[in-house]
């Protein structure tokens, strides 16, 4: 009898998990091998593009639309492909990690859509990655239920027909995947390991659900990496026998480069494309990041002073809407992060206004759907953008030929009146410490002050600390910003931590460590693209 093939790919350093052969199977790995093999060398060209030109952007403090993809913006003859039922209305989707009980609360929490998230707002531990799949895969069999062990209460799904529809989010390009590495030792991409696992089990079974396998497609900064995902549809739809154009993605337009780049992406990924969204937390990030040298013009205030009404972001939100509807695309706007508090009917009062003047707003400007963080905001979204649609299912029609954005109104940041203040500076600390902390034992979307945060909101809290230490900026106190004030007010937080949870608890937990990556990425000359990527060499799991 001959020895069995050696599996394509090695799982490294990993504790086994329970069930997890029933993702991990030798068909489902060579799979993700062969997307490895054929995809990973151009992601890694792509990688290197980004570089390139965030050091043109470096000399240049400027960008504009491309030139050289101009006949396609121009061409008015083409338009995405004809959405799927099961995406034709959209209006309210809710996002979070893929953990048992969010599964099912999210599939029951009567938004039309679930961002069922392996990015921002799931730290990407191999229990994570391995059993949120198993997760997905038990509720699409109807194979899930949960029992909370310290309640006692128990979830299940309710009718299929009354079940949100899943979108997936795999992990963005920059993300490699450490516990499984071709026979050369290469790491395989996070997002081939999550797309690979997820498409592998679930495509045609959700066909025969009347659905289909749909993503969200983060951090993108080019249309050249949205022509890489098309290709890596194409690939994957020929692998499995699944007909061509049954993929269909959302991008989010959370990059300043991205921005000039809507058509094209759109254009890129027609026969798969379903819409672009509004992320605005990463998309502050992005500028931030990429203007982060470019002086006092580029400089932001605190992040809750930047709210949607800003002029720059009036531009990239309207431009979005306009570029959505001219290509038969969804707008699908950002996201509504308040936790309603348990006890202070107050704070819920003023942030459900909050929350309805945004959706509002939303709806209004065109948008076809939004996001929301938390089930008890489902209904205030929908009332929202019921109020607009009616029972239609989108408003597609509206083609805002009204918006005209020029390519500095996205990055005239100096038009906002707001200043960066001390308790922004404070806030950022804070904020950061907190999230890296919850981000090291695993978690990845966390309740900070009544607050969803993820990755994306910690990424703008560290680059407003570097971008003002670096600036020089002066404070609403006459504080100048400077590595030595960051310092001091993180030791203070530190302390207030230590003093809130008492000992027991601060040394079971990784604040330190959270205080010290903070301060890594915060203050180090070498700016990190990434927090993420610092913070996984320490991630436990």
Same mark, same amino acid.
Request: charged share 25%; hydrophobic share 45%.
């Given at each position: ?23 991990? @199977? ?33 000399? @240049? ?7 050289? @993809? ?19 209305? $959209? ?36 229990? /994570? ?43 963005? !390009? ?54 890489? !995902? ?17 993929? $269909?993605? @959302? ?95 107050? &704070? ?17 400007d065109g948008f076809d759907g939004s996001w929301v963080a ?52 404070? /806030? ?26 993820d990755a994306a909101t910690a990424e703008i809290s560290r680059?407003?600390? !570097? ?13 100048? &910003? ?13 302390? /207030? ?45």
């Amino acid at each position: 009898m001959s020895a069995p093939a050696p599996s394509p790919l090695a799982i490294i350093d990993a504790e086994p998990l329970p069930r997890q052969e029933e993702v991990l @199977t030798e068909a489902a790995l060579a799979f993700v091998a062969a997307l490895h093999r054929r995809f990973t060398p151009r992601r890694d060209e792509l990688l290197a593009r980004r570089a390139e030109r965030r050091a043109e952007i470096a000399r @240049t403090s400027t960008l504009d639309f491309l030139p050289e @993809t101009a006949a396609v913006r121009a061409d008015d003859s083409w338009t995405v492909a004809p959405a799927p039922a099961a995406l034709e209305d $959209r209006r309210v989707e809710i996002t979070g990690p893929t953990d048992r009980k969010m599964t099912i609360n999210a599939l029951n929490s009567g938004a039309r859509v679930w961002l069922a998230d392996f990015e921002d707002a799931s730290a990407p531990t191999w229990e /994570n990655v391995v059993l949120g799949q198993l997760n997905l895969i038990d509720a699409y069999t109807r194979n899930i239920d949960f029992t909370d062990p310290g309640s006692g209460k128990s979830y299940a799904l309710r009718p299929n027909e009354e079940l949100a529809t899943v979108v997936m989010r795999p992990r963005g !390009w920059h993300l490699n995947e450490r516990h499984l590495t071709d026979p050369d030792g290469t790491p395989v991409p996070g997002a081939l390991v999550d797309f690979g696992l997820y498409f592998f089990h679930n495509a045609k079974r959700l066909i025969e659900l009347g659905k289909g396998p749909y993503f969200y497609l983060p951090k993108t900064e080019s249309h050249l990496e949205a022509r890489l !995902w098309n290709e890596v549809f194409v690939f994957a739809q020929e692998y499995l026998g699944v007909p061509q154009g049954t993929v $269909r993605a @959302t991008v989010l337009i959370e990059t300043i480069t991205a921005a000039y780049e809507m058509e094209e992406i759109l254009y890129e990924l027609r026969d798969h494309a379903s819409g672009l969204n509004a992320g605005r937390w990463d998309y502050l990030f992005s500028i931030v990041k990429n203007f982060r040298d470019g002086g006092a013009k580029f400089v932001l205030p605190d992040r809750n002073a930047v709210t949607m009404t800003a002029p720059f972001m009036r531009a990239y939100t309207e431009l979005l809407v306009r570029t959505c509807h001219k290509r038969g695309a969804h707008a699908i706007g950002g996201m509504a992060a308040f936790i309603p508090s348990r006890r202070d009917a107050e &704070v819920n009062k003023v942030a459900f206004e909050k929350v309805r003047a945004d959706k509002d707003r939303e709806a209004n400007d065109g948008f076809d759907g939004s996001w929301v963080a938390h089930p008890d905001l489902v209904p205030i979204a929908m009332e929202s953008f019921d109020r607009v649609l009616g029972d239609r299912p989108h408003q597609k029609d509206r083609l805002r030929e009204d918006v005209d954005v020029h390519a500095a109104d996205l990055i005239a940041i100096d038009t906002l009146d707001a200043k960066p203040t001390y308790a922004g500076l404070v /806030n950022a600390v804070q904020v950061g410490i907190r999230y890296i902390e919850a981000w090291l034992r695993g978690l990845g979307a966390v309740a900070i002050f009544n607050l969803m945060e993820d990755a994306a909101t910690a990424e703008i809290s560290r680059s407003q600390i !570097w971008q003002w230490i670096n600036a020089g900026v002066v404070l609403d106190n006459g504080e100048r &910003v400077t590595a030595e004030l960051a310092r001091k007010i993180a030791a203070g937080e530190l302390a /207030n931590l230590r003093a809130e949870i008492g000992e027991e608890a601060f040394a079971a937990g990784t604040w330190q460590q959270a205080h010290d990556l903070l301060l890594q990425v915060s203050l180090d000359e070498d700016y990190a693209d990434f927090l993420t990527l610092p913070a996984y060499e320490r991630l436990k799991g």
